[in-house]
């Protein structure tokens, strides 16, 4: 998953220098077509980000897998 945290801290430091704010406690993180990692935790703008089975995108909710 080190490409994943390469993205989150590239993201992070486009944030801050263009003053635009991602609010960690607000993102979520799931795996599609799987089970989501065990003991993988990902940071954004030094902040843990939640990992979740179903999230709600756009009034569709995505799904880890479809016995959820």
């Given amino acids: 998953m080190s490409w994943l945290t390469e993205m989150l801290d590239i993201c992070s430091d486009f944030g801050r220098e263009w ?13 599609i077509g ?3 990692p065990p003991d ?9 980000v939640q ?3 179903r999230v ?3 009034g569709i909710y995505l799904l880890v897998d479809k016995t959820v």
């Fill in 40 to 48: 993988c935790q990902l940071l954004l703008d030094n902040k843990p």
């Fill in 56 to 58: 709600k995108y756009f």
């Fill in 51 to 53: 990992w979740c089975v």
């Fill in 34 to 36: 799987g089970n989501n």
């Fill in 19 to 31: 003053d635009i704010r991602v609010n960690p406690l607000k993102s979520q993180l799931l795996t």
